[in-house]
């Protein structure tokens, strides 16, 4: 095996591994779009005052970022197919199919940490802005809107840019559930020719090629963001915040 | 609907997930002890005054994050231990060693969180005020008895929250480590939700386990926390 | 550092454990552990089943120290190779594919196939016996990865959307939950997973029973390494010798109302 890399093997699986990296990218698109419909109403709600608002968002973050995925997948993909009152229901299309269980968890585990992200950006909007909003007249909501948000869009950046990259990584958990994402197809290949290393080294590298990719993307967006800061653009490289 | 005490019994099978508990506070620790390790010789490689160690710590932080660790971990675990009978065969003798699931574990969780320990550790050390480095000069002190007098306690102190926060990642990344096998809290729930036919009992009952993990990990950080801010008078 | 030293202390222990070697030859035996009744666990975490009672009974007639360890399926054959173990009684099929990278001991017994299915999922036998391929088409039949049976669904019905599982259990509580038509697998195997489950009543064999000489397979075989031809011989004769003597049919009584040797 050592003599010679099978060069040959990885041509040939490229088709296949091709059609696991369009669910991947799906998957993680798909899981990004609907963390952010799910946690930007629940992220500014989580730092309402009220403890009946933001106490049950905190209790659903904390399980969700309390708890490692692969078990918050398992638990929606094999533990709801316990109950036969759910898969009698109308809900069982969408249960049984390990996609979805797949987006469903992934969605709500990113939300958490979103979340979270969000509450915190939003506190730490410096209260001075916020109180010149409220003595221009503006109301609650248009201070939320056009003051409140944006600041903490710039300030959450950096900790959204590695959860988004987190999200990337996590789909490869798709596998684990009949899900053939790059990971799923990749095991299959290498159980049929029995060469891990071939094909794991090559999806390690796509992996590596979407990650640097996103990075990208999101690092010229953020250059955007403080377009009307440019100077100061250079203070934007913070140390990457943990999840 | 069953009744409650119904849904809760694991018939039989219920220890396996404390002795899973275990394993994986296990690994944990072995890999968090890797990847302070990594972690502490990766920020003074990226903080050092020679470009090529600068660059090794910067493609060590951006490889390790781009890559998934379920991918990293299949890597290591498959193709490590023929690599490794390679290397040794090279130098004669038929000596067998065995990367078992647990080794590859705290291997590639170490690795991974090595890298994310560097920037932690890195950002520590960018944080000590230059005035104390300064006067550590100013008294004549050597580079390494400022480094250990000065300014390593002071990162630790800087690194304790970060490092918490790493601790419950990788924690939770344990979880990992099940597909190679390693028996611990993920994989055994996933190996008992069958015989006990309640998979939604088995991983609600990991769930509230992790939790406990998590909600004592939390607690042991604040002490820390307290314990290395001894001394240090916020002016 | 601490991992260096953890390797020499490694070094160290496996160069003694050579050097001490006594008149016992040391085996480590692999198995799955997740394939009731050949291989399973119980609530003690132990291993249990066919295959383990005959990896036992297999060393005692080799005149060795075995250890029985668990491995994922996914793994038992690059780990064999990577000599994390010996010797294979894991149920592993004497496939083609699987003779050009490992060696197998004469069969140790013949493995029943059956598909078992959903009966309201329209599956039917054809006129030949066996299942119609034609009532197969667009359903979802399970099958766990690396198997034989992965690779015949994928070859033979075309229009099979074949669902792949790290294990059988895996794949029998997607049966139940009703996330796939049918189950393709050792009809041992299915009798006792799927077909004991409580749901029993909706799934049936659809079809005749295959062969192993159907799949290409020459039986289930115990795998060792290649070049490690004196420990396959011993393996082969100690197969022959328990039949001789009737210990494998004891073990072979304790799981199973017939002989599954076969032949």
């Known amino acids: 095996m050592w003599n010679g890399i099978d060069f040959e093997l990885v041509y040939t699986s490229l088709p296949e591994l091709a059609g696991g990296l369009v669910t991947t990218i799906q998957l993680t698109i798909l899981t990004i779009l609907g963390g952010i419909v799910l946690a930007l109403p629940l992220g500014i709600a989580r730092t309402s005052p009220l403890k009946s608002v933001s106490l049950p968002i905190w209790a659903y973050t904390y399980f969700f970022r309390g708890t490692p995925m692969l078990i918050q997948l398992f638990l929606i993909y094999y533990g709801l197919a316990q109950f036969k009152t759910l898969r009698a229901s109308f809900l069982w299309p969408i249960l049984r199919d390990g996609y979805w269980c797949c987006l469903i968890a992934f969605t709500l585990n990113t939300a958490a940490y979103t979340i979270e992200i969000i509450a915190g950006a939003i506190r730490n909007v410096p209260h001075t802005d916020i109180e010149a909003a409220r003595a221009m007249g503006m109301s609650a909501m248009t201070t939320m809107r056009r003051i409140t948000l944006p600041i903490a869009l710039r300030i959450l950046f950096p900790a959204y840019t590695n959860e988004v990259i987190f999200v990337l990584q996590s789909t490869s958990l798709a596998s684990m559930v009949t899900v053939l994402d790059m990971t799923g197809v990749a095991r299959i290949i290498i159980a049929r020719t029995f060469s891990p290393y071939e094909i794991f080294i090559t999806i390690a590298v796509v992996y590596l090629m979407l990650t640097y990719a996103t990075l990208w993307l999101f690092r010229r967006f953020e250059f955007h963001l403080y377009r009307h800061l440019r100077s100061h653009a250079s203070a934007v490289a913070a140390v990457p915040a943990l999840r | ?235 | 550092m601490k991992f260096v030293r953890f390797l020499a202390v490694v070094f160290a222990v496996a160069a003694l454990a050579g050097a001490a070697q006594a008149d016992k030859r040391k085996l480590i035996v692999a198995t799955e552990g997740a394939y009731p009744p050949y291989n399973f666990v119980d609530a003690d975490g132990s291993l249990q089943g066919f295959d383990v009672d005959f990896a036992k009974a297999l060393c005692e007639k080799l005149n060795a120290d075995c250890d029985i360890i668990k491995q994922d399926w996914d793994g038992m054959i690059p780990g064999l190779i990577a000599k994390k173990y010996d010797l294979i009684v894991a149920s592993m099929g004497i496939l083609p594919e699987r003779e050009e990278k490992i060696d197998f001991s004469i069969p140790y017994y013949q493995s029943p196939t059956a598909l078992v299915a959903n009966k309201s999922a329209g599956i039917t036998a054809g006129a030949d016996g066996f299942v119609d391929p034609e009532s197969l088409a667009g359903k979802k039949v399970g099958v766990q990865r690396a198997t034989a049976y992965e690779t015949f669904a994928r070859q033979k019905w075309p229009k099979v959307e074949v669902v792949v599982y790290d294990s059988s259990e895996s794949a029998d509580l997607d049966m139940t939950a009703g996330r796939i038509d049918a189950r393709f697998d050792d009809f041992i195997v299915l009798q006792n997973g799927i077909l004991k489950s409580d749901s029993a009543a909706d799934y049936a064999r659809v079809g005749n029973i295959w062969a192993e000489k159907d799949f290409g397979s020459k039986g289930e075989g115990i795998g060792v390494r290649k070049g490690e031809e004196d420990l396959r011989d011993a393996v082969s004769k100690a197969i022959l010798d328990m039949r001789a003597d009737g210990s494998y049919q004891k073990i072979d009584a304790k799981y199973f109302d017939f002989d599954i040797y076969g032949e």
């Not at chain 2, 104390?132 to 580079?143: L, N, T, V």
């Not at chain 2, 304790?160 to 809290?185: C, D, M, Q, Y």
């Not at chain 2, 950080?221 to 307290?226: M, Q």
């Open chain 2, 1 to 235: 609907m069953m009744a409650l005490p119904q849904f809760f019994d694991l018939q039989g099978y219920g220890h396996l997930l404390m002795e899973g508990a275990a394993i994986t506070v296990g690994v944990g620790i072995a890999a968090m002890a890797v990847s302070l390790v990594l972690g502490m010789l990766g920020a003074l490689a990226r903080l050092s005054e020679r470009r090529w160690l600068r660059r090794t710590g910067a493609v060590y932080t951006t490889v390790v994050r781009g890559v998934p660790e379920l991918v990293l971990m299949l890597i290591v675990y498959y193709g490590g231990t023929v690599l490794l009978q390679k290397l040794l065969s090279l130098s004669g003798g038929d000596i067998r060693v065995d990367i078992d699931a647990f080794l590859a574990g705290t291997i590639v969780l170490g690795f991974v969180y090595g890298a994310y320990a560097t920037e932690i550790f890195r950002g520590a050390f960018l944080a000590i005020p230059q005035g104390q480095i300064d006067a550590g000069q100013a008294y004549a002190m050597s580079p390494g008895q400022i480094f250990f007098r000065i300014k390593l306690p002071q990162a630790w102190r800087l690194a304790i929250p970060g490092l918490g926060n790493l601790w419950l990642t990788l924690l939770k990344a344990t979880s990992i480590t099940s597909v190679i096998g390693l028996t611990e809290l993920a994989r055994q729930s996933d190996l008992i939700k069958s015989p006990t036919h309640k998979p939604f009992t088995t991983f609600f009952l990991a769930s509230l386990l992790y939790l406990a993990m998590t909600a004592l990990s939390d607690l042991l950080r604040l002490r820390a926390e307290r314990w290395a801010s001894a001394g240090f008078r916020r002016s």
